[in-house]
């Protein structure tokens, strides 16, 4: 409880987030490049990056998000938790109701839950400051085929062979 | 008197002469920074370089983290949460890809599996390491969901229900394993 008026306390001083910022999206607020910031509002930027009060040779501030996308990741985190509900609907319904088109659904939802997932685990671990400025990139584009190349193989599946549910199935009953 | 005295002898920061910004009291300070902009010379002065760029020139080493911090509850729930994510990826990725690739049906290669004819405890022990991974990132991609509504952020909670995810998740897997 105490923990939680003081995060509310934290929110209010940096006037940046909300309890419910991603919620409500007010919390749109821009983490740009800018030469000095204020000490308080630590909140608003990546860990990783110190602030320097009064230094004579200031540090952009840069991050891996920020650098490969440019925007803000409100609406991307938003979609994010939407698609965790729909797939948390979606499988068991797909487990009662086997008809095709669930069947698909399921498929793009599982693959699409998976690309974001295994894309922030790229993003976070093959960064440019370890790897240079080729290998994350490809890295990244890599993700992508392996999604793509997922989903046309559970289309596949889907169609020309038994199906996701049925193969869940037929591999419990062994 | 004395005491600055004593602090310059000893050449303690405490007592020298410093610039103006860093005079007076600390609240006058915070005010003044965050209600200053950087002078015209102050961001002449400043150089664009990136922070790791700027790190590696100085050949400053990095503080160690991974090899010295305590693992705890909240740390190895999350990482795993990563893991058990990435792994049934690679399963669905794996079905889908490999049964492409592969010559046979779904049907046949079940067939080799029940060919091999393993016993009850092996197969249930496998289902319950399939199970596992799939229910304990479900339980825990509930508790982040909840923590996203903004609730259980004080550490009691976090205990608490961090200890409820994996009850629970070992509980359903083992339900899932022997169905």
């Known amino acids: 409880m105490a923990g939680l008026l003081a995060l509310r306390g934290l929110s209010r001083n940096c006037g940046v987030a909300s309890r419910f910022g991603a919620l409500r999206l007010n919390g749109l607020y821009r983490v740009t490049s800018r030469p000095l910031l204020p000490a308080t509002c630590t909140q608003a930027l990546p860990p990783s990056q110190p602030q320097q009060l009064l230094a004579t040779s200031l540090v952009r501030s840069t991050a891996p998000e920020i650098e490969q996308a440019g925007h803000d990741h409100v609406l991307h985190w938003t979609a994010e938790r939407i698609l965790t509900l729909v797939l948390m609907g979606v499988i068991p319904a797909a487990f009662v109701w086997p008809t095709p088109s669930l069947e698909y659904f399921m498929a793009l939802s599982l693959t699409l839950h998976s690309h974001w997932g295994v894309e922030a685990i790229v993003v976070d671990y093959i960064r440019p400051s370890v790897f240079g400025k080729i290998i994350p990139k490809l890295a990244v584009g890599a993700v992508y085929a392996l999604s793509i190349a997922t989903l046309g193989g559970l289309c596949y599946f889907i169609y020309t062979d038994v199906g996701i549910v049925n193969a869940v199935k037929l591999l419990w009953k062994l | ?179």
């Open chain 2, 1 to 179: 008197m004395a005491a600055a005295l004593r602090l310059a002898a000893k050449g303690c920061w405490a007592a020298g002469p410093r610039p103006a910004v860093l005079q007076g009291p600390l609240v006058t300070q915070w005010t003044r920074a965050v209600f200053t902009s950087p002078s015209a010379a102050a961001l002449k002065s400043q150089s664009a370089e990136d922070y790791w760029a700027k790190n590696k020139r100085l050949r400053r080493p990095v503080s160690p983290h991974l090899t010295i911090y305590k693992p705890q509850i909240t740390s190895m729930l999350s990482i795993t949460h990563r893991g058990t994510g990435l792994a049934l990826s690679a399963l669905v990725s794996g079905l889908g890809i490999g049964m492409v690739v592969l010559p046979g049906s779904y049907p046949h290669y079940l067939a080799m599996i029940q060919a091999m004819q393993f016993g009850g405890g092996i197969i249930m022990g496998a289902k319950f390491l399939i199970a596992l991974p799939f229910m304990f990132h479900l339980c825990n991609g509930v508790r982040h969901l909840v923590w996203d509504l903004g609730y259980g952020f004080t550490l009691r909670a976090l205990y608490k229900s961090g200890y409820l995810v994996v009850a629970v998740s070992v509980v359903l897997a083992a339900i899932a394993a022997a169905m």
